[in-house]
């Protein structure tokens, strides 16, 4: 072979490698075109992601109230069980038959049950139904001074989810003397409590964690009476003052946030707090307490500061406590104290602590078919007083 031939093959295969090469890298350089396009495109166009259904308890229907009981309660022995806890022991039975989200529903008719109830996990998406909060009573009286923990002096203690209550007293008869003495602690989410009462006197309601709501509710009691850490709103509902020891101080509520970012707070919507002894509205039990009384009524047993120290300056400058729409003679805001934790509501924050959207109870309230205003209310010209109560 002549060096020409062998000159021209070499440079035909160099034209041809060159082209192979050329067309990769345009390959290449499209693909990477392509990439970059569809970045830019992702990075533009927002990301839709389905939105999950809260998981909870399916009503059966918008009459849910009226629904027909798994299992009654009578003390006279008419029912499936004389005592309520034998009555969630047949409730647990009854579930097992019902699909996971499907409410069971007990019935306790009228009657004095001196017993100590819990409503555990395995009756989430439970109704306990009563006669009236008058007819149907639950009672003890474990108390601290008798050596038991204030965790554990509940009368009554929810930590089942969906837990739905109508028609029911709970009461603890330990007396003031006996200091701290709970009727109530819900530890549950999603719990409501309708047309209910709960009487006591130090301690009585331990809305202890995750969120709660109570609608036409009356609670009583003398010192932090209502306390906890629980997202919880109280709509419509009556705050009796009862008479204290000779030592000691009444204060509506004792709020225990701890951290700044938690969610959580204690507030009184559309409420009435009334009766003749001194009170305050309340104090801060942890550093970020966090307390709103809005909309409601305030009678004249409202000290004219407001709000009561812990312990010295704990909590004062880092709590948050505010009034929006109160009224009444205990309503007046011109003599409270000045912390820095006191705080001035706007129309427009006010709405930020009703609970459509504090609790987002339009998902998981309004089903129910209980009274609910979701936002902000008008107060009633008629106080919530039930002239019939008589404490001493």
């Known amino acids: 072979m002549t060096q020409t031939i062998k000159k021209k093959i070499r440079m035909v295969r ?15 350089r499209t693909r990477r075109r392509t990439l970059m396009v569809i970045k830019k495109t992702r990075m533009i166009q927002p990301i839709k992601r389905k939105r999950k259904k809260r998981q909870g308890v399916k009503w059966t229907s918008p009459r849910t109230l009226q629904i027909s009981p798994d299992v009654v309660v009578a003390e006279d022995g008419s029912g499936d069980s004389k005592s309520i806890n034998e009555g969630l022991k047949l409730l647990e039975k009854a579930k097992k038959k019902k699909k996971e989200d499907e409410v069971v529903v007990l019935y306790v008719k009228a009657g004095t049950y001196k017993e100590y109830v819990e409503v555990t996990k395995n ?14 009573v639950i009672t003890g009286d474990k108390n601290f001074i008798d050596g038991v923990s204030t965790y554990h002096t509940s009368t009554v203690a929810i930590t089942a989810d969906f ?4 028609n029911i007293r709970i009461v603890n008869s330990a007396g003031p003397e006996k200091h701290q003495a709970v009727a109530l602690r819900v530890s549950a989410d999603f719990a409501i409590f309708y047309n209910c009462t709960f009487d006591g006197y130090q301690d009585t309601l331990y809305t202890h964690t995750k969120r709660q709501f109570y609608r036409d509710c009356t609670i009583s009691g003398t010192i932090d009476y209502i306390f906890g850490d629980a997202a919880v709103v109280f709509q ?11 030592n000691q101080q009444c204060i509506v509520t004792a709020q225990g946030r701890k951290q700044r970012h938690q969610p959580t707070a204690i507030i009184i919507q559309n409420g009435t707090i009334t009766m ?21 009524y305030l009678g004249d047993l409202i000290d004219p500061e407001g709000w009561m120290p812990w312990m010295g300056t704990v909590g004062t400058k880092t709590c948050w406590y505010g009034e929006f729409g109160n009224y009444g003679p205990g309503a007046d805001q011109s003599k409270r104290v000045t912390w820095n934790g006191i705080k001035k509501i706007t129309p427009q924050h006010a709405v930020d602590f009703t609970p459509g959207r504090f609790l987002r109870a339009n ?3 309004k089903p129910t078919g209980i009274p609910y205003v979701p936002y902000m209310v008008k107060p009633s010209t008629t106080r919530r007083v039930d002239e019939e109560v008589v404490f001493e």
């Open 123 to 136: 009756l989430d998406n439970m109704a306990m139904i009563g006669d009236g909060a008058d007819k149907t």
């Open 236 to 246: 419509n509902c009556l705050f009796l003052v009862r008479k204290p020891m000779e």
């Open 14 to 28: 160099k034209t041809v490698t060159r082209k192979i090469l050329t067309t990769r890298l345009k390959r290449r």
């Open 163 to 166: 837990f739905f209550a109508k």
């Open 363 to 365: 998902e998981w309230v």
């Open 276 to 296: 003749k002894y001194k009170t305050y509205l309340g104090r801060p039990w942890k550093n970020f307490s966090r307390t709103i009384i809005m909309e409601s």
